[in-house]
């Protein structure tokens, strides 16, 4: 909570400044382009509960990918409606066949307030949208004959198989986008937003709800992208 207090300072300071030298003002423009990104994700907790100690776990951080858009609104002076779509995945293998794999995905939309200087675009925000966290334990011994493995795992006889784990969250992220066109149709950009997360909401094999979860396993992060938009660029 300390640091969304920081964030949002932050945002507040910086459009004030800004806005002081920007005249509203209808914009036409649209965005559409592929971002990847950080997210700084903490996965000792989870290393700690579900491995032994001499067990390679997962390493700390999320390699994000996906997509970024936005258009802007014009009945609301220098506003624009933007969504992200960011999909990570990650694992770890032993070698007797242990895996230990991290799947995430984070969807999100909101409304920006562009200030321009030149060819830049700042672009202050709020988002809200959802994250699903999907965590998989498993154990494969090497067999490959189809009616072995469906013996084994009916009789229970040889452990093939796997355990999974899913969170589905709610959340809501203050951002901000650092735009620098290119040309009229071109633009990078270089994205932040904190991702603060309402709920969580675990289940076993995607159905079954589950209590005691540790509630560090999954926590509130910071994400930073960079991307490449294609579009019709207002300045």
Do not use: C
Not at 68 to 82: A, E, H, M, Q, V
Not at 112 to 138: A, Q, R
Not at 201 to 229: A, E, M
Request: aromatic share 18%; glycine share 8%; no cysteine.
């Amino acid at each position: 909570m300390y640091r969304f207090f920081i964030a949002s300072l932050f945002f507040t300071l910086l459009m004030s400044e800004l806005n002081a030298q920007q005249s509203l003002k209808g914009r036409i423009g649209f965005g559409l382009g592929y971002q990847s990104g950080i997210e700084f994700f903490d996965f000792n907790p989870m290393n700690s509960e579900l491995l032994e100690q001499s067990e390679k776990g997962l390493s700390n951080n999320l390699m994000l990918g996906g997509i970024s858009g936005y258009f802007y609104f014009l009945i609301l002076p220098d506003t624009r409606l933007s969504f992200n779509y960011l999909n990570a995945k990650k694992e770890s293998r032993a070698v007797n066949g242990f895996i230990l794999s991290f799947e995430q995905t984070v969807w999100n939309f909101g409304i920006e307030y562009t200030i321009t200087s030149w060819n830049l675009n700042i672009s202050p925000g709020i988002f809200l949208g959802k994250v699903s966290d999907f965590l998989e334990m498993s154990f494969y011994n090497g067999t490959k004959d189809f009616k072995n493995l469906l013996y084994n795992f009916k009789t229970q006889s040889s452990f093939n198989g796997s355990l999974n784990f899913e969170n589905n969250s709610f959340h809501i992220s203050p951002s901000l986008n650092f735009e620098y066109s290119l040309s009229r149709f071109l633009a990078v950009r270089v994205n932040y937003f904190y991702l603060i997360r309402i709920n969580k909401s675990w289940k076993f094999l995607r159905h079954y709800t589950l209590d005691n979860v540790p509630s560090n396993f999954v926590n509130n992060n910071h994400v930073i992208n960079i991307g490449l938009l294609i579009g019709f660029m207002s300045k």
